[in-house]
């Protein structure tokens, strides 16, 4: 068995936007080497998410929309409040919840090297917080 683990940056342009990953997920899997086994994707930061969906600027547009009325910018949160960990205030809540239903990660079989994916998945990195400088990582682990 082996494993390898990939870090990707890329720099996010707007504070929520979805970002089609798959072609950069699917270079980190060529060249990784395995033939057979499983690839996890993650991202590395608790106001961005990993889901698949059809890759369909309509479905992305309405992604975003849904986490804009589900968790809307301005609402009474707990959050909101000085963060002695970080020295200021924390106005991000919203990020916060709008991560947690998208969620941090995907996983996709692996077989004969490439990534085992439906013709109309595609993988996305969705921004909550930014623009920012993100990080999500490809783990692939197999034989």
């Known amino acids: 068995m082996k494993s390898v683990v990939k ?3 890329l720099q996010t342009k707007h504070d929520l936007e979805i970002i089609n990953i798959t072609d950069t997920v699917k270079e980190a899997v060529a060249t990784a080497g395995l033939t057979i086994g499983t690839v996890h994707i993650m991202t590395k930061h608790t106001t961005s998410g990993i889901t698949v969906n059809e ?9 975003l929309e849904m986490l804009e009325r589900l968790a809307p910018r301005v609402n009474d949160y707990h959050h909101a409040r000085f963060l002695h960990s970080d020295g200021q205030m924390a106005v ?23 990534m085992v994916i439906g013709s109309r998945q ?10 920012l400088l993100r990080e999500f990582v490809v783990h692939i682990l197999g034989e």
């Open 7 to 9: 870090t990707i940056s």
């Open 55 to 63: 890759g369909l600027p309509d479905i992305e547009k309405d992604l």
């Open 92 to 114: 991000n809540g919203y990020s916060h919840l709008r991560s947690a239903l998208i969620g941090k990660d995907t996983f996709f079989p692996l077989h004969d090297g490439e």
């Open 122 to 131: 595609t993988i996305y990195f969705v921004e909550m917080d930014g623009p």
